[in-house]
């Protein structure tokens, strides 16, 4: 394992914490345990000097590396699949959710046909407007898939056409019908007719891009036609085409951290008909795209989708999955408790108890709660240890950095969200959390080029100026903080944090007055509704008022905010430091790491 990463990342620095997770995961080994594996791969190396050590950063593989190209291991095309556009008439939803699925099932087919870039950098290049083309360019894809989807009087439409990035050609096109009751069938026919078009071919040794695959010989039309609408009128040569690898992306052969809505965990009852299957997909796609905004009524809106799907299918496991996620990222936003979100995800996992195919998405998620909720770290570890191994996921990889970010494991969670932006290069959430990992660690300088660096790659986007109200007026910028903090608010006026973060950056520019207003309303909303605590310790402190300060940490631990551990090791807060109150909260953290040695 440590040579294949070597390998992989030849003449890049791999990091001891890369190497570390690589080997053991989150199981504890001892400090010298990377020095000695690389010490007995190099006795088996020649020449025994090809792996560099680099000083206080890691190791470097000095070898010519080359690619062979044979019947197992072949260069697979770099492939990015933006939501398809919908015309009038198309619910919004379809257009994202259909790409979704498909890329899903691409991702964690058994036998790949193409590398899958990363959802997030392309669904955001896709919002900033960039054409398919485009998208290519940016993320240095092969090839980009582009789609429309269309309404006609009793089926949608669904036209894509597939570009060589290189040149900018359109190599082939692809036209699916489905009714406008069995939308479902659009990814899974998109999927197979994709997993035969992208078949690997031996690459020529003077050329590097991709050559889409010459169709099959001709076969029995009679034995191989479909009676799928979207096949009708097509040749038999291609109609017969996806079936050679249609066993990697059907149902009942769902592979493990697929999050493709037609698997299941187990065989569907057969009470749950073909018509209740259709309304639950209808319903999950609906939900899917609406919980992934920071408006409080837009995620009310999801979960009542979510749970819908699951009432008509409750076999849906990928609506169960989103369910979780929902609720976790509810109250990671101060939208309800900490423990609403335990209850669901504690719930959701015991329907669930083997974990067995797409369910394993949900251990990141298990170990988050089992952490902050439970404060039981040895489940946390081994929920995070158990889904080291699925396919990138931006969700899931947020997760484990902020898992090690709350145990002050800096570095490693540093390394982590590096490791991730390598895949994923435009994704905000990850530029963002990096810079906030960066303030944890004390290095305010890089926080601040890192928080400004995505700012510019994504001036518009909500957890930019999050993170910014945070970072900046802590470092001496209180009026680049008061105006993202306004543009937040003003952008989503029932975010109590985005609230919280708008007093602390005023009180850093000295409008005391203004601030305070803030905090009493937060108060007040507070008997009414469920408001979070989380941030507002660090403007009591700009107020001065550590008191106060004190007493909301207090309030944070009680309900085991999943931001609390993060915040005690908030530089913002270090005024607090000696404080009793302040220093017993601090000892929570080490209780648990000294109980995981006994």
């Not at 053991?24 to 010298?32: L, Q």
């Not at 899903?104 to 392309?122: F, M, W």
């Not at 191989?224 to 050679?244: F, K, M, N, V």
């Not at 719930?347 to 909720?373: D, K, M, N, W, Y």
């Amino acid at each position: 394992m440590a040579l294949r990463l070597l390998l992989a990342s030849a003449g890049q620095v791999v990091t001891p914490v890369q190497l570390k997770r690589a080997l053991w995961g989150d199981v504890h080994v001892t400090a010298d345990s990377v020095p000695r594996c690389l010490s007995s791969l190099r006795a088996r190396l020649q020449p025994a000097d090809c792996i560099q050590t680099v000083y206080k950063r890691g190791y470097r593989l000095l070898a010519n590396v080359q690619q062979h190209y044979g019947s197992h291991a072949q260069a697979l095309p770099r492939l990015a699949i933006p939501p398809f556009a919908t015309d009038t008439g198309v619910p919004e939803h379809l257009g994202t959710g259909v790409a979704e699925e498909t890329i899903a099932r691409l991702s964690n087919a058994p036998r790949p046909a193409a590398s899958i870039l990363a959802r997030d950098s392309v669904f955001t290049l896709s919002d900033a407007g960039y054409t398919a083309l485009r998208i290519g360019e940016t993320l240095r894809a092969d090839l980009v898939l582009a789609g429309t989807l269309r309404a006609l009087p009793s089926h949608f439409r669904l036209r894509v056409e597939m570009i060589r990035v290189a040149d900018g050609i359109q190599i082939w096109v692809e036209d699916l019908l489905a009714a406008k009751n069995e939308v479902s069938s659009l990814e899974s026919e998109l999927a197979a007719r994709l997993c035969f078009r992208l078949q690997p071919s031996m690459p020529d040794s003077g050329k590097s891009k991709y050559q889409a695959p010459q169709p099959p010989v001709a076969l029995d039309r009679e034995e191989h036609e479909s009676p799928h609408p979207a096949l009708a009128g097509q040749d038999a040569r291609t109609l017969a085409a996806p079936s050679q690898h249609w066993s990697d992306l059907a149902p009942n052969g769902s592979t493990s951290g697929s999050m493709s809505i037609a698997a299941s965990a187990a065989p569907r009852d057969k009470a749950v008909d073909d018509a209740r299957r259709r309304e639950a997909y209808e319903s999950f796609l609906r939900g899917r795209h609406e919980w992934q905004t920071l408006e409080r009524h837009r995620m009310q809106d999801a979960l009542q989708f979510l749970a819908r799907a699951l009432e008509l299918d409750p076999f849906l496991v990928a609506a169960r999955v989103d369910l979780a996620r929902l609720s976790v990222t509810q109250a990671a936003c101060g939208f309800v408790p900490a423990s609403v979100a335990a209850a669901t995800v504690h719930r959701t996992a015991g329907s669930l108890p083997e974990f067995a195919g797409q369910s394993e998405s949900l251990l990141p998620l298990l170990g988050t709660i089992c952490f902050h909720v439970d404060h039981d770290l040895p489940a946390a570890i081994a929920a995070f240890s158990r889904s080291a191994h699925l396919p990138y996921d931006t969700w899931n990889m947020r997760e484990r950095a902020m898992f090690a970010l709350s145990r002050r494991r800096f570095p490693e969670g540093i390394a982590l969200l590096e490791e991730a932006i390598h895949q994923d290069p435009f994704s905000p959430w990850l530029h963002a959390r990096l810079a906030w990992a960066f303030h944890l660690a004390g290095e305010p300088a890089r926080s601040v080029q890192q928080i400004h660096r995505g700012l510019s790659t994504f001036p518009n986007h909500e957890c930019m100026a999050l993170y910014g109200a945070m970072i900046l007026p802590f470092n001496g910028d209180a009026a680049s903080g008061v105006r993202l903090a306004e543009s937040l608010t003003a952008r989503r006026p029932y975010f109590d944090l985005g609230a919280a973060l708008h007093a602390y950056a005023l009180a850093c520019a000295g409008r005391r007055q203004q601030a305070l207003a803030i905090v009493e309303r937060l108060q007040w909303l507070s008997r009414q509704r469920f408001v979070s605590s989380s941030f507002n310790p660090a403007v009591h402190v700009a107020l001065g008022d550590h008191d106060a300060a004190i007493a909301d940490l207090c309030t944070a631990e009680h309900a085991r905010c999943p931001w609390f551990f993060q915040m005690l090791a908030d530089p913002r807060l270090a005024p607090l430091h000696g404080h009793p109150e302040f220093e017993r909260l601090q000892a929570i953290l080490p209780r648990m790491e000294a109980a995981l040695a006994v």
